[in-house]
């Protein structure tokens, strides 16, 4: 299994343009996480999804944040507008719900830059 | 409110001297607690969980309800385990993790 999978690796893009970061989370994994990385604030739980449905969004920043995952193989997270402010390193995460540990299985993360 | 405090952003130690990594949590009740490591150019891992009290590369945490901390501490530090450190918290009955903002060790030949 190549792990969690995310494409592109890197993005850069201008003020106000739309940016779709893509997941695929390991092949029977039944929750999803996305999560951002700033040196100010660290890892931050965006969103998380379980069986395909979005269980606790509250830690999206805005209204111009959004996720979704059409199938059990396949997230996007969609930043429009984006702002110079959303730079930072996007990560996906997978698990298995009564897999022992809970671990969460991290993909390679998107490096975005807003320019 | 939920939250996970990691003092340092970066923690210098020469190789052979013992190390601890400071985590103290706010969580009314019972979390669970992780440390996950991203050494460099690999993806962010779990090195271990309260629940497993276990030893991993030589590294122990132990969880202190009183204090509400979760360090992690390694006897002798290694070149190889200079990394960025995360710890985490997990609220009980959800999935949501909570992290700290990370701190960078660096061990110094």
């Known amino acids: 299994d190549a792990g969690v999978i995310q494409s592109p690796r890197h993005e850069v893009t201008e003020m106000g343009q739309e940016v779709t970061l893509r997941c695929k989370p390991i092949?029977?994994?039944?929750?999803l996480f996305w999560y951002r990385q700033t040196m100010m604030r660290g890892l931050e739980l965006l969103i998380y999804?379980?069986?395909?449905?979005?269980?606790?969004d509250s830690g999206m920043p805005e209204d111009r944040f959004s996720a979704k995952m059409p199938n059990a193989s396949f997230s996007t997270l969609k930043i429009q507008p984006s702002e110079p402010r959303d730079s930072a390193v996007y990560f996906c995460?997978?698990?298995?719900?009564?897999?022992?540990?809970?671990?969460?299985?991290f993909g390679p993360g998107t490096r975005l830059t807003v320019t | 409110a939920q939250r996970v405090t990691q003092p340092e952003k970066l923690l210098s130690v020469f190789k052979g001297a013992p190390v601890e990594l400071k985590c103290n949590y706010s969580?009314?009740?019972?979390?669970?607690l992780f440390w996950y490591v991203q050494y460099s150019r690999q993806r962010l891992q779990l090195l271990l969980r309260?629940?497993s009290r276990e030893s991993i590369k030589g590294f122990t945490a132990d969880l202190n309800k009183g204090e509400t901390s979760f360090h992690l501490k390694k006897p002798f530090a290694q070149e190889e385990d200079s990394a960025m450190y995360y710890c985490?918290?997990?609220?009980?009955?959800?999935?949501?993790?909570?992290f700290g903002t990370g701190t960078r060790l660096k061990v110094l030949a």
């Open positions: 092949s029977g994994h039944d929750y």
């Open positions: 985490a918290l997990r609220a009980p009955g959800t999935y949501k993790y909570i």
């Open positions: 995460a997978s698990s298995l719900r009564g897999a022992g540990t809970n671990e969460q299985y």
């Open positions: 309260h629940i």
């Open positions: 969580y009314s009740g019972s979390p669970e």
């Open positions: 999804f379980n069986n395909n449905v979005p269980i606790d």
